[in-house]
């Protein structure tokens, strides 16, 4: 099925959607709306027909070197599969290469696919960690990400100053807490 194929098949819903909570989709501000959002909607769910190993793979060199590697602050946004409302925040990936290394933007792309799915904070921190250790050797990987969830900020508990942080990690990091500590520092001292 086509990305427009997909979309148009969501604007019927949307339309009832509309319909439902008590609009009229043939007014003048809603008669595009349901193609809008369904266009919008299959762009933010684009992740589920990228392969996020095949990303990775593409650009995995031989490299001897750096002891550790660390992006940091790359932003995301994705949609809470609870409430399919958005929340979006930075991640940050450190690894320690073992006679390899991929291509920095590989780093980005890789949580840009995860991200662009129906997810969990804590599942997409762990995709992210889990997907580099098969893509590639490491000596291990840690992953921190923090977001701030519109579903924590307007509705439910409306808590407008929340925001939650996750790790996970893998390797040398999981055996080491002093060589964790060294990526939180290294990653705090760079904002």
Do not use: W
């Not at 930075?90 to 995860?114: D, H, Q």
């Not at 291990?140 to 942080?165: F, P």
């Amino acid at each position: 099925m086509t990305d427009q194929e997909r979309a148009e098949k969501i604007a019927e819903h949307y339309r009832e959607i509309l319909l439902l909570i008590g609009e009229d989709p043939e007014r003048e501000g809603l008669v595009k709306t349901p193609m809008r959002a369904a266009k919008a909607l299959v762009d933010i769910t684009r992740g589920y027909r990228e392969n996020p190993l095949d990303i990775a793979r593409k650009a995995v060199f031989e490299y001897e070197g750096s002891k550790m590697v660390i992006v940091q602050d790359i932003e995301f946004y994705s949609m809470c599969e609870h409430h399919i409302l958005p929340f979006f925040g930075r991640v940050s990936i450190g690894y320690i290469p073992k006679g390899n290394m991929i291509g920095l933007s590989k780093l980005a792309r890789i949580v840009e696919t995860f991200a662009r799915r129906l997810q969990v904070q804590e599942r997409l921190t762990a995709q992210i960690c889990a997907l580099l250790s098969e893509a590639m050797p490491t000596e291990g990987v840690i992953v921190m990400s923090s977001a701030e969830h519109l579903c924590m900020k307007m509705r439910g508990v409306e808590k407008q100053d929340s925001s939650t942080t996750t790790y996970d990690y893998n390797g040398r990091f999981a055996e080491d807490p002093a060589l964790r500590d060294e990526f939180l520092r290294l990653v705090n001292a760079g904002r």
